[in-house]
Structures are given as structure tokens and as C-alpha cells.
């Protein structure tokens, strides 16, 4: 079965960087585009970034735009999410999400998640 | 960017009760449409996509219709494991936008 493991969160400075993982297991991991989804305490979902299977795109939300990088190591069967210049407005559990792709021009939807890691910006 | 807007926020019915959400997006999105249910302190999970399809063993309680800019979830018949908050999302392109969410309560 699908497993997705985040890992790497923790609490960090205003203005640090911080690096999430999700190691994926149960499926073909580069065969598939992966997301990463936040949720603040107490508030809504808010998409974050995704990544193509094959690395070739890769998109972000306006409000991580330039300071977050997605990326992917297939031999490793993990996704990365490289977080810098982080800010209060960054604490959030942070999901990862496997994609079930139906178009050709990335149309999905999130068929499985993992637990969840929660980062925390503080002084 | 499309928004996706839903209502009510939140909502309490009683158990057999039928409910139903609303989620319009400002733009139409090819009913590219999918529902997640979060029940209080669990990860998202996914029940409807392409606005009416069941994920694999989500209970036929739940239902999903619409088209174009407006879309439904509806429970024909609330139950007490129902309690969790709903979102919807558009997937057509990116930014991929969830709705705000609707809490579902049991009186």
C-alpha cells in the first residue's frame, strides 16, 4: 500500500531555512508527480508546490514563490521541500501528496497523503 | 487565479439528516472538481473527484454534482463518523485551490 513519510520539521528562527522530506513506499514513485500541501493551526488547506514525475515542471503558490524549492531524487524514492527566509506565516503542518494524474497538462488530484510534519517559525 | 469559495462555513444537522455544501469557483474549471474529508486531528482524504466520482470506499451516502462553476457534496443521510471538515479543490492547472472548508457538526 502507498506510504508517504514527512520528516524535518521542527521549530526554526525567523529568516532560517528548513528541508522537508517525504520518503514514498508501495508504489512507483518516479512515475508519479508529487505535492506538498500546508495547513496553519486551526486553518484550511493551502496548496504549496508540486513537481512533475520527470522533474520537467515544477509550480509553486504565489506565497512561497522564490523562497521554497521543490524537488525529487528518484533513486531514493523521496520528495524534498527546501524552505528559506521562513516567517511566522510559514507554521504550518506541512502534507506531502501523491498525484493521480488525468491530463496531459497536469491535471490531478491528491490520492493519497502522508501524516504530516508540523514546522513551527518562532523567536 | 480562480477562487473557490464555499458555503456554508459550517453547519450542524442531526443524524440522518441530508446536508449539503456548496463550492463555487469565479471561474469554470472543466469539472475538474475534487471533495476531501478531514476529520478532527487527521490528515485529508480524498472521497469525490471529477465532481461526481466516488474514491474507492468512500461510503454512497456521499454524492457530488455540479458543473461549471458550481458544485455540490451532499450526505443523503448524516452519520456521527461524518464529523470532519469538508474542502473542495480545483485541479484543472495550477495553483491547485482548496476552498476554505465546511465544518460538518451532529447536533
Known amino acids: 500500500q502507498v506510504q508517504l513519510v514527512e520528516s524535518g520539521g521542527g521549530m526554526v528562527q525567523p529568516g532560517r531555512s528548513l528541508r522537508l522530506s517525504c520518503a514514498a513506499s508501495g508504489f512507483r514513485f518516479s512515475s508519479y508527480g508529487m505535492h506538498w500541501v500546508r495547513q496553519a493551526p486551526g486553518k484550511g488547506l493551502e496548496w504549496v508546490a508540486v513537481i512533475a514525475y520527470d522533474a520537467s515542471k515544477k509550480y509553486y503558490a504565489d506565497s512561497v514563490k522564490g523562497r521554497f524549492t521543490i524537488s525529487r531524487d528518484d533513486s531514493k524514492n523521496t520528495l524534498h521541500l527546501q524552505m528559506d527566509s521562513l516567517g511566522a506565516d510559514d507554521t504550518a503542518v506541512y502534507y506531502c501528496a501523491k498525484e493521480r494524474l488525468v491530463g496531459i497538462n497536469m491535471e490531478s488530484y491528491f490520492d493519497n497523503w502522508g501524516q504530516g510534519t508540523l514546522v513551527t517559525v518562532s523567536s | 487565479d480562480i477562487q473557490m469559495t464555499q458555503s456554508p462555513s459550517s453547519l450542524s444537522a442531526s443524524v440522518g439528516d441530508r446536508v449539503t455544501v456548496t463550492c463555487r469557483a469565479s471561474q469554470a474549471i472543466n469539472n475538474y472538481l475534487a471533495w476531501y474529508q478531514q476529520k478532527p486531528g487527521k490528515v485529508p482524504k480524498l472521497l469525490i473527484y471529477?465532481?461526481?466520482t466516488l474514491q474507492s470506499g468512500v461510503p454512497s451516502r456521499f454524492s457530488g454534482s455540479g458543473s461549471g462553476t458550481v458544485f455540490t457534496l451532499t450526505i443523503s443521510s448524516l452519520q456521527p463518523e461524518d464529523v470532519a471538515t469538508y474542502y473542495c479543490q480545483k485541479y484543472n492547472s495550477a495553483p491547485w485551490t482548496f476552498g476554505q472548508g465546511t465544518k460538518v457538526e451532529v447536533k
Open positions: 471529477a465532481v461526481s
